[in-house]
């Protein structure tokens, strides 16, 4: 990832760990939270075909946006802001997040990649992510700058910053 640098993800966070947390528990939520499991590649190869310049690629699956992030900024030797307001969430998945005391950058993912590119790229590389069906969320979720170096930031609805720690603790267990 490099400074000027947009990042994209391709639809909702925290979808499949909410869904497999809640069937493991037995936690059932007013509407069912589903899984977004999906093979990736055809959707990778539309954002390849357009001609962008990629930097970085991802899937946030383990760790989650937090885990995807700090790694690709301690890597990069760069800072990453997300924009909370930015951020898509199920209503239903931030709920769960809320009553559990979970943070929805940790859940796990499937079916979602990040996309580190060039600004000037980022509405050539949405526009063809919005034309895939796994890419009809696409958003733009942050930027990366060259400070603070190897760190990532969340901008906060009411306009602070908090640092975006790795996830600690266990992860929910590996099913796929």
């Known amino acids: 990832a490099r400074a000027g640098d ?3 993800i391709n639809g909702e966070i925290g979808n499949h760990g909410v869904a497999v947390l809640s069937r493991r528990e037995g936690i059932s939520f007013a509407t069912s939270v589903v899984s977004d499991c999906a093979p990736l590649w055809s959707l990778v190869k539309t954002i390849l075909d357009t001609g962008a310049e990629i930097h970085t690629l991802r899937d946030p699956t383990r760790g989650g946006v937090a885990a995807a992030v700090c790694d690709i900024a301690r890597a990069s030797g760069v800072g990453i802001r997300l924009q909370e307001s930015a951020l898509p969430i199920h209503r239903e998945v931030q709920g769960a997040c809320d009553l559990l005391g979970l943070e929805p ?3 796990a993912n499937e079916g ?3 996309v580190f ?5 980022a509405d050539r590389v949405l526009t063809a992510m919005r034309g895939h069906p796994l ?3 696409a958003c733009v979720i942050g930027e990366v700058a060259e400070k603070p170096k ?3 930031l969340l901008r906060t609805k009411i306009g602070g910053e908090r640092v ?4 600690t603790g266990e ?4 099913i796929c």
């Open 6 to 8: 947009v990042v994209i």
């Open 117 to 121: 590119c060039p600004a000037k790229d």
């Open 112 to 114: 979602k990649v990040l």
């Open 171 to 174: 992860d929910l267990p590996r």
């Open 135 to 137: 890419g009809k969320g």
């Open 105 to 107: 950058l940790t859940i």
């Open 150 to 152: 190897q760190m990532a």
């Open 164 to 167: 975006i720690d790795l996830p």
